[in-house]
């Protein structure tokens, strides 16, 4: 076991006991991977938003000859808008340029592509990371999740509300498709103790957003925008929301009340090691390394791989493969007894053998 007074944030040749998996000392490990290289963030910029921009206008010529081909084109595109959202997200941690202006503003302006105010949505986040697995703390950017006990509490209408919201369609298809579309056009909820800050963000975002629009639409027309647009908009939500719901929303996830809860604890193992396919995997910015991201944000995305090659010992830590990552679906109640998130049906299962045995 490593004694926790020493100081290995610095060190090459002291890791942590693979046993313990110790968190909080795994952070200061994956701390000297922070810094980021100015020349390859430059770099991730022009691969990600140069190809979006390509497949826009691809989209969009190809209108003519068969609107199949055209949302068979939609499909990458949404990935570069995903991936352009990672890069926005890197920003909101600081973690992209090592000058906070250029991160802003660099973030700022993605924002405007992903539909997101940037300077609301890194609040918000921030929240996230400050809170996740933490059920004291739940609902401010995370995906709304009960406990058991809190599900039998409600009544019949509230259990079908939840039962709603949790549906599949809804959770990955019209909920995406309203958070980014109409929810983040306007700051409800958000004003109480942030000042005019949010509404100034969103309000600059949404201004923004309008020009382009208006703009586009007067040179090609309201129709061609909608047909191009909506799509690549409504498919990269979904992927997205996907991605997030997944990287938390996993069987063996960690949850606690205060004061069993630890942050770094909440981070490492209540983070899922997504490992996609190595095209997704780019795609997607290695945002599937999300355990490491929680326990040190501010390592930039293209520095997750080296870390996680680096210390192999996390490779399996809370890990999913993308088949894998489909079971998680039916997941959506966190059993404090099991300490594990189960389906409504297991639910069902599991009270009808209480009754049985009672």
């Known amino acids: 076991m490593l004694d926790k007074t020493q100081n290995i944030a610095d060190s090459t040749s ?9 968190a909080k000392i795994w952070a200061q490990v994956l701390a000297r991977y922070r810094n980021p290289s100015v020349p390859r963030s430059l770099f991730e910029v022009g691969v990600t938003v140069g190809p979006l921009v390509g497949l826009w206008v691809l989209i969009w010529l190809t209108l003519d000859i068969g609107y199949w081909l055209s949302l068979l084109l939609a499909i990458p595109a949404a990935f570069f808008l995903v991936r352009a959202f990672m890069i926005q997200h890197d920003c909101g941690h600081g973690s992209f340029f090592r000058n906070r202006h250029a991160n802003d503003w660099t973030g700022r302006i993605l924002g405007v592509l992903t539909f997101t105010p940037y300077d609301t949505w890194r609040s918000t986040h921030a929240s996230h990371h400050a809170t996740s697995g933490n059920l004291n703390q739940r609902g401010m950017g995370d995906v709304d999740t009960l406990t058991v006990r809190e599900y039998q509490a409600l009544s019949r209408l509230g259990r079908l509300r939840y039962r709603l919201y949790r549906h599949p369609l809804v959770m990955f298809g019209l909920g995406p498709t309203y958070l980014f579309i109409l929810q983040h056009r306007l700051p409800v909820g958000l004003m109480r103790g942030k000042g005019w800050r949010p509404w100034i963000s969103t309000m600059a975002t949404n201004a923004a957003i309008a020009a382009i629009a208006v703009t586009l639409m007067y040179f090609i027309g309201i ?59 780019w795609l997607t910015a290695n945002i599937g390394v999300h355990h490491i991201h929680h326990l040190c944000a501010r390592i930039p ?43 409504f049906r297991q639910l069902r299962r599991s009270m009808k053998t209480a009754k049985l045995a009672g």
């Open 223 to 281: 129709k061609a925008f909608l047909l191009v647009h909506l799509p690549v908009m409504i498919l990269g939500a979904s992927i997205g929301v996907w991605l997030f719901y997944v990287q938390h929303q996993f069987e063996e996830t960690q949850w606690d009340h205060e004061p069993d809860w630890n942050m770094h604890e909440a981070a490492l193992h209540g983070s899922s090691h997504y490992d996609l396919p190595l095209v997704l995997r």
């Open 14 to 22: 002291v890791e942590p006991d693979a046993a313990t998996q110790d």
């Open 301 to 343: 995305y293209y520095r997750l791989s080296r870390a996680l090659r680096d210390h192999p010992e996390l490779k399996d830590v809370s890990r999913l493969t993308l088949l894998e990552s489909f079971r998680c679906v039916p997941l959506v109640l966190w059993d404090e007894g099991q300490r594990r998130l189960v389906s």
